[in-house]
Structure formats: C-alpha cells, structure tokens
C-alpha cells in the first residue's frame, strides 16, 4: 500500500493542481478547442435621406436601396438577404446665417431744413404738419431757429434727391396752408451717401429625415468587402463592425463537451495506470467554460469607394469600373472556441 501512495504522489506531482487524487476519488480537468472560420456575415448599414418634404425623402431613400440591390446583383456580389431591422422618420432643424439683398446698394440723400422766425403761436401748427411728414425730431440752433431733416432713399443718386426735395416742396406748401409763410423754410444743409443694403440674419432651417437600418447578410466571405464598398459609393453609412457567425453551435458545443470528458478521462487513467486502483462512474461534473457559443464581431477599417454624384449619374458600367480601382479585401479570422469541465471519479 506505501508503494501505491508513493507511485501516486509521483505521477500527481507531474500534472496540474487542478487534478487532485483525495482518498477514493480523483478530480481532473479536460479541455477541449476548436479553430473554426465563421460561416457567415452580417453588416449593419444606414440609408439617411433629407428633404424639405417628408414623402420625397422617404422616395430618395427607397431609391438608393433599390439601387444599391441593382448594383449588388450586377457586380455578381453574393448575399443571402436583405433585412429592415429599423426605420424612423424624424424633423431636423438648425439656425443658419443668410445674406439678404447681397450686392444691393442705395443711395440716401438727406437735407437739413431751417426753420427761421417761427413763434410760440406757430409752433404747434408747425409741429403737427412735421409729425404728420413722420419727421419726428425737431432742434433749435445757436441762432434761435429750429432744425429739422428731410431723409430719402433711391436706387439712383438722383432718384434720392429728387424725392427729398419733393418733400420738401410739399413740406413748404402745407405749411403755408396751416399760415407758416414758405419764406420761413430753407434748406440748410445737404448730404448724399451710398448705403449698403446687404442684411445678415438668422434663419431657422427645417428638413425632414428619413432614416432605414438594413442588415446584410452573406455566406460567401469573399463578398464582404464589396458589399462595404458599394455602400459607401452610394453614401449608404456603415457602423465598422460585421457580425460573424457558426453554423451548428449546439452541435459544436456538445462535441467539446464530449472531448473536454474524453481528455479527462483518459487524463484520469493515466494518473492511475501504474495503480491497482481503478476508474468507476464520474460523482460530479462541474462546467468551466465562458458562457456559450455566440455571433462575434470584428471591425473593418480601410480605403473605401467615395460617394461622387458625377459618375454615380453615369451608367452602371462606368460607375462598376470606377469601384474596381478602390476595391477592399476583408479576410475574416479564425476564433477559437473551447469548453473545460472538472470531474471527479470513484476509484477501486
């Protein structure tokens, strides 16, 4: 017996801790790996549409999907479907600057008018006939007279002046009707100047939104790149990721499973080979592994096709060409996946 207990402290020692021999029982662990290539892809990409007006939003964005299909279906791209996985509509707007009248100039001639001799009984007929012109400001001079400007604007130099001194005139003439002798109005003054029409001004903008979230997916590798690049060609926006997958992941998961109990086992076995003891049925069996077989993601990044509406309203040929010279390769890599169990034997 001494000598079963030393040959089994021997061969314990060569493996892991993890593998325990206590009393009758012996705890290993197995672990088993696979390096597969996903089956198949998926790519997650977004047509944005905006438009002064809802319904020719929605149209535009369904015309880039029909021609974004066209394009896959003439470049011989393969892909298996093509899924909606989200739409929505939504209204946008932001403040921006305009220029108005940009480049108009005028021309704005103003005169000063003096108001000689006008007593304190005349004052206030005289003041209502200006109010009346919306000449609104009224001051008195050093020399006791009161000051008053007529001002007009044209398009022509000229044209100001003219209006200005029609003003006037009319000005005069109903003064004299209210008893304010003409004799009393002159003109004093006279300036003309170019005035500069241009106008900044805050406007809000309002477009409507249309945004459709399609999935791509493909079961030939190859393709992938294409699939990127023609989005990109059509202004189609992409989130950089792809999503893999595996076909079959139960039935690969119960198959390491079923290596991860043959590697024990016979990991057991050996432990015990040079004993008298041997392995009965497992007591227990405890999972190790990182949750389940599951899609994974991998990120895409390189020198795609640029949107160019010039040779996009080419034809089809000439815009297929122009994609060749930017066309991307996307190898997926492979991944490993794997399952480890602990468990315990009876032994005899």
Request: no cysteine.
């Amino acid at each position: 017996m001494k000598k079963i207990i030393s040959i089994l402290f021997i061969i314990f020692s060569v493996f892991s801790f993890s593998d325990v021999v206590s009393g009758k029982r012996i705890q290993v662990r197995g672990t088993a790996t696979k390096e597969l290539l996903p089956n198949s892809a998926k790519i997650t990409l977004e047509i944005i549409t905006e438009n002064d007006n809802l319904d020719k939003a929605s149209k535009e964005n369904s015309e880039i999907l029909e021609k974004y299909k066209n394009l896959l279906k003439k470049t011989n791209t393969k892909y298996e479907k093509i899924n909606s996985s989200d739409y929505n509509t939504s209204e946008n707007y932001w403040w921006d600057t305009e220029v108005q009248n940009e480049g108009e100039k005028e021309f704005r001639t103003t005169l000063t008018v003096e108001a000689v001799s006008i007593d304190l009984n005349s004052l206030k007929e005289f003041m209502a006939v200006l109010a009346n012109e919306k000449i609104f400001s009224l001051q008195r001079n050093i020399g006791g007279n009161h000051v008053f400007k007529i001002v007009e604007q044209d398009k022509t130099n000229k044209g100001a002046y003219q209006k200005a001194v029609n003003k006037f005139n009319e000005l005069q003439k109903k003064l004299s009707a209210r008893g304010i002798s003409s004799d009393k109005i002159k003109i004093a003054g006279y300036n003309n100047q170019e005035i500069n029409m241009e106008k900044r001004t805050s406007v809000k903008k309002v477009k409507q939104r249309v945004s459709h979230t399609i999935e791509v997916t493909t079961r030939d590798m190859k393709s992938i790149g294409n699939i990127i690049n023609l989005a990109h060609s059509l202004k189609i926006g992409s989130t950089g990721y792809i999503e893999y997958n595996i076909d079959n992941k139960q039935k690969l998961e119960d198959e390491l499973y079923e290596n991860a109990y043959r590697e024990a086992a016979k990991k057991a076995q050996v432990m015990l080979n040079k004993t008298d003891l041997a392995l009965k049925k497992p007591v227990t069996i405890t999972d190790n592994s990182n949750g389940a077989i599951r899609p994974y993601y991998g990120y895409y990044s390189g020198n795609y096709a640029v949107y160019d509406e010039k040779i996009l309203k080419e034809n089809d040929q000439t815009f297929i060409n122009s994609l060749s010279e930017n066309s991307i390769v996307i190898n997926p890599q492979k991944v490993s996946f794997s399952k480890t169990v602990y468990i315990e034997f009876e032994m005899d």
